[in-house]
């Protein structure tokens, strides 16, 4: 069983910064990707990065250019740091984890950005 830890939410100014981290524990062999989703209030889940096992990365569209994904393999946890933070950046954000082929995600952590 792989657990899954989200951290570093919290309340920001629009303009500012926060870093999400994620660290995943349990059984795990190696970690295939790593991916944070969102979840505004009364919108749909969304994609916000993902991270594959060879580095390559991926971002929507509305975080492109302001947000950035990384991991620290030794630790297994993946980060979040996410720049210019805009209201519309407000929501739950969740980390998951593949192992195995097997997908395991957080219970999340609030984000949000004042105007």
């Known amino acids: 069983q792989v657990q899954v830890v989200e951290s570093g939410g919290g309340l920001v100014q629009a303009g500012g910064s926060l870093r999400l981290s994620c660290a995943a524990s349990?059984?795990?062999?190696?970690?295939?990707?790593m991916a944070w989703q969102r979840q505004a209030p009364g919108k749909q889940r969304e994609s916000v990065a993902h991270?594959?096992?060879?580095?390559?990365?991926d971002y929507g569209d509305s975080v492109k250019d302001r947000f950035i994904i990384s991991r620290d393999i030794t630790k297994n946890t993946v980060y979040l740091q996410m720049n210019n933070l805009k209201p519309d950046d407000t929501a739950v954000y969740y980390c998951?984890?593949?192992?195995?082929?097997?997908?395991?995600w957080g219970q999340g952590t609030q984000v949000t950005v004042s105007s």
């Open positions: 349990g059984t795990i062999s190696s970690i295939q990707s």
């Open positions: 991270l594959s096992s060879g580095g390559s990365t």
């Open positions: 998951g984890v593949v192992v195995a082929y097997t997908s395991y």
